[in-house]
């Protein structure tokens, strides 16, 4: 078996596989030579310590890194969220005459989905803003559909009514 497509397949599994195998080397590599010895794999360690430190070098960087990537793919994701979130509640401060009178119901009557045309100008225009949000694929009629208020839309404007005024 070639190497190099040997840890290819290595990097493609899991990274609880690759911690494993981190520290398994980890330990025979620096573990303490009396324990190594007590087990019996002091003949290993000396004859093969080369080919083990390679692999715990390898593992432990491939573990780093996948952790480091989905550490920044975390933060990414928290800041792409916060900056839409900000700009969905600033739309909210910017709703037209027809936005609001649609959005009304939701707060003042505590409705919790409306049927409106898909086609009407105003409906996608707040789902497009992300404010509300298609309940359902099913259509009533041929082309009405059920809009709920997203969680945080809601949240939102029963704190700041005025915003519906």
């Not at 190497?3 to 290819?8: S, T, V």
């Not at 609880?16 to 324990?35: K, M, R, S, V, Y």
């Amino acid at each position: 078996m070639d190497i190099l497509g040997f840890f290819a397949k290595l990097i493609e599994k899991s990274a609880t596989t690759l911690f494993i195998i981190a520290t398994c080397t980890g330990f025979i590599l620096f573990g303490p030579d009396e324990f190594i010895a007590r087990i019996g794999i002091n003949n290993i360690q000396s004859e093969y310590k080369t080919f083990i430190g390679f692999i715990f070098l390898f593992s432990s960087v491939a573990v780093i890194s996948m952790w480091a990537i989905k550490l920044f793919e975390i933060v990414v994701n928290k800041i792409q969220s916060n900056s839409i979130n900000r700009a969905s509640k600033q739309a909210l401060t910017n709703l037209s005459s027809n936005e609001k009178e649609f959005l009304r119901p939701y707060i003042v009557e505590n409705v919790d989905s409306q049927i409106a045309f898909v086609a009407n100008g105003t409906v996608c225009s707040l789902e497009h803003k992300g404010i509300i949000l298609r309940a359902s694929e099913v259509s009533s009629g041929v082309l009405n559909f059920p809009y709920i208020l997203q969680p945080w839309a809601r949240d939102h404007l029963t704190k700041n009514t005025q915003l519906l005024d």
